[in-house]
Nanobody
């Protein structure tokens, strides 16, 4: 079992930055692809970014490409999402997910989830 805990959310003005962190525990998550998803109010969970278990490849939703960066530190069992140039439409609860195997953009393919962290971007 892998437990995931997100942190780093908060309230920020448009144009600002936040860095989200996801701490994994329970077992090493080396070998797991990791992803960030978000769920705006009243909407479905949507893909934001993902990184392969080697960290060598990343994939982003078009809406965040060039603004967000996903990274991982397996020695610390951490995954990060650096968010720059934030927009009000980035407001959502952000979730960290993990899955054994290949990178994926569908939430249903992930095995483990954190509890989420709220990001609110004011205009």
């Amino acid at each position: 079992q892998v437990q995931l805990v997100e942190s780093g959310g908060g309230l920020v003005q448009a144009g600002g930055s936040l860095r989200l962190s996801c701490a994994a525990s329970g077992r090493s998550f080396s070998g797991y692809a990791m992803g960030w998803f978000r769920q705006p109010p009243g909407l479905k969970r949507e893909f934001v970014a993902a990184i392969t278990w080697t960290g060598g490849n990343t994939y982003y939703a078009d809406s965040v490409k060039g603004r967000f960066t996903i990274s991982r530190d397996d020695a610390k069992n951490m995954v990060y999402l650096q968010m720059n140039s934030l927009k009000p439409e980035d407001t959502a609860v952000y979730y960290c997910g993990g899955r054994a195997g290949a990178i994926a953009t569908l939430a249903g393919l992930y095995d483990y989830w954190g509890q989420g962290t709220q990001v609110t971007v004011s205009s």
